[in-house]
């Protein structure tokens, strides 16, 4: 009899059982009616009723070791399933009748459960079993009560299927071209709560303990878990089974511990470590040639990361695996880190300068993980900000480590604040240290502002703090709080010891003053710079940046402890960002009005915030504009910081979007991009361009906009090189910057952009063997593929698409999957929607990615919105379990909508399918303001705009002849693409 039959006899024919998941349960019941005499241990259907809103488990009860048995079967002949044991070392605290732990979607054969008090050395009877499944509880009445200080082993068998649902512990496939077939993987994604859903457990970071894992699998498959092997035995009970057991983990969260059954390959990096860590890097065998990168940068960073927190890696191995089938980036799980393909594998012939940076950054992150939020964990999700903001600015020090050629470290910074300042900017953000009411809310706060807001704040205090208060501070903080959690407040005590040890901070202020006007309150500061040119002084007040120009007072009622930094047009130095003065922020929310003196006189201009050491946006007066728009449209621009030349843009823009500024000082500032040539200050302008394009593109006033953006880019397209040179692969600021300008030149026909592009691309479908030849430049691929896409025909999608599937390199299927959703077929485009939900052609993975990409196009807009508002329930079941990911379609329709009439259709559908979105209700908060602030937008300025860009027009450029170029253009490229 196979294993599977075997357990399932055991386990339903003379047992009862409970399944902890409500629907699962039904059938269950009707397969097994429940004998009288048994008792009935169906979940309360009153339950779901209960008000019982305490989600979180009772401390009475903790657990110190897991022994944990699993039997995994991967052969669909029989069914995806896994079975296992688990025995659970408590400690009891406080005398308690029950045991309280999670379980989710497992079925449980109750009378099978065990409890025996250790310390007694004696069985305890179990009085009854129940579930509470709308908190995922599983509760253990023992006959007698448990008491205070004594050790209890519980043992509890569990079934659950092997789904493809990417959380718990499930199932991945591929397809391997020597045997020509799919093969089957199983691999665990616990992060945040879905440990439940593979084995019985106290699921919460702070119920902390060792684990002792064993798998159990057919022996063509290997295993891995957090820890190394320690042994291998055959399974006797069923043929051709072993079984690994692997060496005690350290002291770790549930959401860390991690296995997989898998016929992968490894390659072991040859950079070793000093302490003989063994570093490997798994994948399918037809991906092996892509892992080197991995296992060159790996140890490298671990290294760096030992040396930077002085702290060793505490266990003998890391194991990094690439998982096809695969939700997030990438899982820092303690020993056994799981990864998308696209995020560890790299091929130099077929993955982008922007995909290796990619690599660099998530190994680095997850690396930088297993002290941040492995070794120290914070105590509960409010603080996963922690967690996620500090890996990933240490990634941003790591990967400027691994790569000092790449200049990341001021790129990825000013990438992550210009994009917080649009996100915080909305009412519907939040705090970066957030109260969690309801499980639902976990998983929907691993966003911006956990991870680029917390990284931002965590910059800001290393740039205040300095490098030498702030590395000791870190380091002492993981030393205190190693194999246990901890809570802002911590981090906040230990730096500030430092910064008083240093001297970086006056003893009468704590970093906690500083920091916690920042991470409990939502937003972030603009400051008013009003000079006094008669005094050379100036007086600065605060106040919250909202892009809604209509606030109320408890909107506005905010201060921030803001580290002040500026330097003056008559000696510039741009050079130091540590605090040269504070504006101060009382408990009672009263901040003082600060007056600077000593101020240079009327002929120079004073810049504040230097390299945007500090999150906030800066207001001048028209005066101190005139004199730095005169120096950024001089000979002497280079002379004001790139990075404060990309902030002076972003600033301005944003000022123009709530009304605060006219938009001709924007304009004015944008201006001098004509002789910019470095990409920031062109990313922070284009960015916020897009936002404005994306509003106009259906309106009158578009014709005179796109020749303006025409305009801007014909120099910048030319100094780049265009489409036709190729890049310098080891640049990656350069091949950003070209390639950003190539996008949008070939989007608004500037050059030979277009014309080019489809001939690269007409020139590929003419090789006989396009998998093997591509003469397409790598890194201009995502902008040529798209161009040619959207100019061509069905037959050059069909090509395209033939590549997707033949192709074997992550980085390149995911490329490809974009550029496809940038066809002006309208029924191409349906039927690729269409196919989004099926994930034999695209992996469910990567379904928003398609839908996204064909909300952001002109045309494909339209198709996205009704299919969304159609298949709504569809696109649910496709996504579900993890459904907040609904809020990657709301978002990018949101964006382009801004009548009153779509916002009552988004509103409409969102309450009319409440239960839908229920795990994305931030999603969709942002979704609605969004729409409500364009619509703003579009009533207060596009007047004002539109004077200005005609105002412009006059002055600057011919808006006939843009257009007269402009439709050249058009018919040359539609000629070659019907060639
Ligand atoms: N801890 C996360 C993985 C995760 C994300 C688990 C969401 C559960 C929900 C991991 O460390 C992570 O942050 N991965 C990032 C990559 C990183 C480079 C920003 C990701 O998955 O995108
Ligand atoms: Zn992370």
């Not at 493809?164 to 994604?189: C, E, F, H, M, P």
């Not at 560890?344 to 939020?373: M, P």
């Not at 938009?663 to 944008?670: E, F, K, P, S, T």
């Not at 839908?916 to 409500?932: I, P, Y």
Request: aromatic share 12%; with cysteine; proline share 3%.
């Amino acid at each position: 009899m196979r294993w599977l039959e075997i357990a399932l006899c055991v386990f339903f024919i003379y047992n009862n059982v409970i399944t902890a998941n409500p629907t699962a349960q039904k059938e269950e019941e009707e397969k097994q009616p429940v004998k009288e005499e048994q008792q009935t241990l169906i979940a309360d259907e009153n339950d779901e009723k209960k008000v019982y809103d305490n989600y979180r488990l009772p401390l009475s009860i903790t657990p110190d070791n897991y022994k944990l048995e699993i039997f995994t079967h991967l052969n669909d002949s029989e069914g995806f399933a896994f079975k296992g044991i688990v025995e659970i070392t408590l400690t009891v605290h406080e005398f308690a009748d029950n045991i309280t732990l999670h379980a989710k979607n497992l079925t449980i054969p109750t009378m099978n459960i065990e409890l025996r008090d250790v310390t007694e050395n004696e069985n305890v009877k179990i009085k009854s079993v129940e579930l509470m499944p709308k908190h995922d509880f599983l509760i253990i009445y023992p006959q007698s009560i448990l008491s205070k200080f004594r050790k209890y082993v519980v043992k509890i068998p569990f079934v659950g299927s092997l789904d493809t649902d990417l959380v718990g512990y499930y199932r991945s496939s591929y397809l391997d071209k020597a045997a020509n077939k799919r093969i089957w993987l199983s691999v665990t994604q616990f992060e945040p709560i879905h440990a439940r859903e593979a084995f019985p457990c106290f699921d919460e970071p702070e119920m902390k303990a060792t684990f002792d894992i064993s798998l159990a699998h057919h022996k063509m498959y290997n295993s891995l878990s957090n820890m190394p092997l320690k042994e291998t035995k055959e399974v006797e009970s069923v043929k051709d089974f072993v079984k690994n057991t692997f060496e005690t983990s350290v002291k770790m969260s549930t959401y860390l511990v991690a296995y997989c059954v898998s016929d992968f390959e490894y390659k072991e990096s040859v950079v070793k470590m000093k302490d003989d860590v063994k570093f490997r890097i798994y994948a399918r065998r037809d991906a092996m040639e892509q892992v080197d990168y991995a296992a060159e940068i790996g140890p490298k960073v671990l290294k760096f990361y030992e040396d930077y927190f002085d702290i060793k890696y505490p266990l003998p191995k890391v194991d990094m695996i690439a998982v096809p089938d695969f939700a997030a980036g990438a899982m820092e799980n303690w020993g056994l880190i799981t990864y998308r393909e696209t995020a560890l594998l790299y091929q130099s012939n077929a993955s982008t300068l922007s995909a290796k940076y990619r690599v660099a950054e998530v190994v680095a992150h997850e690396l930088a993980h297993q002290w941040f939020g492995n070794l120290c964990t914070m105590k509960w999700w409010s603080d996963l900000w922690l967690n996620e903001g500090f890996a990933t600015y240490v990634a941003s020090l790591g990967v400027a480590h691994l790569h000092p050629e790449w200049k990341s470290l001021d790129e990825e910074s000013v990438d992550n604040t210009l994009d917080i300042f649009k996100v915080d900017a909305l009412k519907a953000s939040h705090p970066v240290s957030v109260t969690i009411g309801h499980p639902n809310q976990i998983s929907q706060i691993f966003d911006a502002i956990s991870y680029s807001k917390g990284s931002v704040l965590i910059r800001m205090m290393h740039k205040f703090l300095g490098e030498k208060a702030f590395r000791f501070g870190v380091s002492n903080y993981l030393k205190k709080h190693a194999y246990a959690n901890a809570e802002q407040d911590d981090l906040w005590h230990s730096l500030t010891a430092s910064a008083h040890e240093e001297q970086s901070l006056p003893t009468s202020i704590s970093v906690k003053d500083i920091m916690d006007t920042w991470t409990l309150q939502v937003g972030y500061p603009v400051i008013d710079v009003k000079r006094d040119y008669d005094t050379n002084s100036a007086t600065i007040t605060q106040s919250r940046y909202l892009s809604d120009r209509y606030t109320t007072r408890s909107d506005l009622d905010f201060c921030w402890w803001i580290p002040l930094t500026y330097t003056f047009g008559e000696n510039r130095n741009f050079t130091s960002s540590s605090a040269q003065d504070w504006m101060t922020c009382n408990k009672n929310k009263e901040t003082e009005e600060k007056k600077i003196e000593n101020l240079p006189d009327s002929k120079h201009w004073a810049i504040f915030n230097i390299q945007l050491a500090g999150l906030y946006k800066i207001k001048y007066d028209a005066d101190n504009y005139k004199l730095i728009v005169d120096t950024l449209n001089s000979d002497e621009f280079e002379t004001i910081h790139v990075i404060n030349r990309a902030q002076l843009i972003d600033d301005a823009m944003d000022l123009a979007w709530t009304g605060q500024q006219d938009y001709g000082i924007a304009l004015d500032m944008i201006n001098y991009l004509k002789q910019e040539s470095e990409y920031i200050p062109w990313k922070a302008a284009l960015d916020n361009l897009r936002i404005v394009n994306r509003l106009l593109i259906r309106s009158q006033l578009y014709g005179v906009f796109k020749a303006y953006i025409r305009h801007i880019l014909k120099p910048i397209y030319a100094k780049v090189g265009g489409i036709s040179k190729v890049p310098d692969q080891t640049q990656l600021a350069s091949v950003k910057h070209q390639s950003m300008i190539c996008a949008w030149s070939c989007r608004f026909d500037v050059g030979d952009c277009v014309k080019k592009s489809v001939e690269f691309f007409n020139n590929w479908m003419i090789e006989t063997e396009p998998d093997h030849i591509n003469p397409i430049p790598l890194n201009l691929r995502p902008v040529i593929y798209c161009t040619a896409i959207r100019l061509g025909n069905e037959n050059h999608w069909k090509f395209l698409w033939q590549r997707y599937v033949n192709s074997n390199v992550g980085a390149e299927k995911s490329m490809i999957i974009s550029a496809l959703s940038c066809s002006r077929e309208q029924w191409v485009l349906s039927r690729y929607l269409e196919w989004s939900l099926n994930s034999t052609l695209v992996r469910k993975q990567d379904a928003s990615f398609v839908f996204s990409g064909i909300a952001r196009e002109e045309i494909g807009f339209f198709l996205a919105k009704s299919f969304f508002f159609d298949r709504i329930d569809d696109i649910y079941q496709t996504l579900y379990p993890d459904t907040s990911r609904l809020s990657r379609y709301i978002k990018p329709l949101a964006e382009q909508m801004s009548t009153q009439k779509e916002l009552t259709e988004l509103k409409d559908l969102v309450s009319i399918k409440s239960k839908a979105f229920e795990k994305s209700s931030q999603g969709v908060r942002q979704a609605l303001e969004t729409v409500e602030l364009n619509n703003q937008w579009k009533i207060n300025n596009y007047l004002q705009l539109a004077s200005r860009l005609n105002h412009m027009r006059m002055r600057n450029f011919d808006y006939e002849d843009e257009i007269a170029e402009e439709n050249n253009e058009k018919k040359s490229a539609t000629e070659l693409s019907m060639a």
